[in-house]
């Protein structure tokens, strides 16, 4: 069992930067990927951003590469999501997600495979 928290996310003007972290119980968390996916007011929930176990491989939507980085700290069972530059289209709420079932790196963005989810952190932009 894995239980996800995520935090940092507030209120940011455009351009702002902000970091997420979400905080993992359980033991396997480092030998999970771990994902974090966005649902915008009105939108279906998609793919931001992911890692695998050992933080070596890293992919990114195309909407955020090169603003978002993600990383994982193993030791402190904590992955981050550092967002800079940040868009009002950014707004969402965020959800780091855990998974023990992703092979490829086409799998890394599927949600189906993500069997852990935390609850979420807002994330609004002004503009």
């Known amino acids: 069992q894995v239980q996800l928290v995520e935090s940092g996310g507030g209120l940011v003007q455009a351009g702002g930067s902000l970091r997420l972290s979400c905080a993992a119980s359980?033991?396997?968390?480092?030998?999970?990927?771990m994902g974090w996916f966005r649902q915008a007011p009105g939108k279906e929930r998609e793919f931001v951003a992911a890692?695998?176990?050992?933080?070596?491989?890293?992919y990114y939507a195309d909407s955020v590469k090169g603003r978002f980085t993600i990383s994982r700290d193993n030791a402190k069972n904590t992955v981050y999501l550092q967002m800079n530059s940040l868009k009002p289209e950014d707004t969402a709420v965020y959800y780091c997600?855990?998974?023990?079932?992703?092979?490829?790196?086409?799998?890394?963005?599927?949600?189906?495979?993500?069997?852990?989810w935390g609850q979420g952190t807002q994330v609004t932009v002004s503009s």
């Open positions: 890692i695998n176990w050992s933080g070596g491989s890293t």
């Open positions: 359980g033991r396997t968390f480092s030998s999970r990927a």
């Open positions: 997600a855990a998974t023990g079932w992703v092979t490829r790196p086409s799998d890394y963005g599927t949600q189906s495979l993500y069997d852990y």
